[in-house]
């Protein structure tokens, strides 16, 4: 049975500051960090002298243009050498304590302003990270999207939450698509941003990989096998153009973006990054009792199209919708899922009858559970 309580207002915390600081703030609270059981990390994190904190730019001008800002996170060096992420900002138009914080997929990054602009009219400030090595984050050196573990984008995260209780924020909503949607429950089950973190909504998350039983049984645990020892091994396949042509204007689509930062054929990942989701996928199918509320949406539909159909334009083209309506329910005892009519896989890229459902959906939903906080007992 799902028990609810409102906890009543947050730290009221300066604007100005290190994430890092921030969080830690809050969470050394005793009415929010200790009650979630959070405070010894929190110290952890904030002990003097530790050069591991992610560090933040003044805001600029984003190349989306008005309203729009960007600020860089510096994080640590990883194994490649400098690292950063970037968070996108587009505030309401009244000054608000709800925020929104978005999470990109796979070959992916920030592009999708409808989205933002939904989220202000609802009275929340919006957010969106481009994770490191993806979109406004990529450095020269970097090897494009690739991760060894989804925990590797746990400190920009944190970072991310930081920057936006400093801003003075009451009430968060993660929302997350793809690969950010496997990323988002594993974070959330392990990161110490459980307790500032109010509802979670996944569009089309990654649970598990789009082949069938022998392909995930036999042949997934060999490549796996091959990653552990060769984790920079490229997985050759050919990826096809035809969901990429179903969105970008210069297609079939209707949407402009990056084709740099997100080519029409996505990207032949690394064995490294394969056995990272496996291993991220395996655990969040074995149960992760996440207790806050959480909206799962995907379409009705799924196709493997190797060429172009006009089915591309009303099913998900690049994992199986059925899955996720599956695996959903692992995801703790108090999750939402919603199958969208001629849902695309990015559901928010939808054709607009389906976009329409889309935002009625998280209308009703977040109208529910995003002012209050939840919990399941």
């Not at 309580?5 to 604007?15: E, F, I, Q, V």
């Amino acid at each position: 049975m799902a028990a609810h309580w409102n906890t009543g207002p947050r730290a009221s915390l300066p604007l100005a500051g290190n994430g890092a600081e921030i969080l830690c703030a809050w969470l050394l609270r005793p009415d929010q960090g200790a009650r979630y059981g959070h405070a010894s990390y929190a110290q952890n994190m904030n002990q003097p002298g530790n050069v591991d904190q992610p560090s933040f730019a003044e805001p600029v001008p984003d190349i989306l243009g008005a309203g729009y800002e960007s600020i860089t996170i510096g994080l640590p060096d990883d194994a490649e050498g400098p690292s950063r992420a970037t968070l996108v900002r587009r505030r309401a138009d009244s000054r608000t304590r709800r925020a929104v914080l978005y999470i990109h997929g796979f070959v992916d990054y920030f592009f999708q302003t409808e989205l933002a602009e939904f989220h202000n009219s609802r009275g929340a400030d919006f957010y969106a990270i481009d994770l490191h090595k993806y979109g406004r984050s990529i450095l020269p050196h970097q090897t494009r999207f690739d991760m060894a573990d989804v925990s590797d984008y746990y400190a920009e995260l944190d970072a991310a939450v930081g920057y936006i209780l400093g801003d003075s924020h009451d009430v968060i909503t993660v929302v997350a698509h793809s690969t950010g949607g496997l990323i988002v429950p594993l974070w959330i089950s392990d990161s110490a941003v459980t307790g500032a973190v109010d509802t979670v909504v996944l569009n089309s998350p990654f649970l598990q990989i789009n082949a069938n039983w022998p392909t995930r049984q036999i042949a997934g645990p060999v490549l796996a096998a091959v990653g552990r020892r060769r984790p920079e091994t490229v997985l050759a396949v050919k990826v096809p153009e035809a969901y990429g042509q179903s969105i970008h204007s210069s297609g079939r689509g209707e949407w402009d973006f990056d084709l740099d930062w997100k080519p029409l054929a996505g990207a032949q990942p690394r064995l490294g990054w394969l056995g990272a989701i496996r291993r991220a996928q395996r655990r969040l199918q074995d149960g992760l009792r996440i207790k806050i509320p959480i909206l799962v949406m995907c379409s009705t539909a799924s196709v493997i199209a190797t060429s172009w159909t006009d089915r591309l334009f009303v099913a998900d083209g690049v994992l199986n919708a059925d899955s996720i309506a599956r695996w959903s329910t692992a995801l703790g005892r108090h999750v939402t899922c919603v199958r969208i009519t001629d849902g695309m896989h990015d559901l928010v890229l939808s054709r607009p009858h389906a976009r329409r459902e889309v935002y009625a959906e998280m209308t009703r939903w977040l109208d529910c559970y995003e002012s209050s906080r939840s919990a399941v007992t």
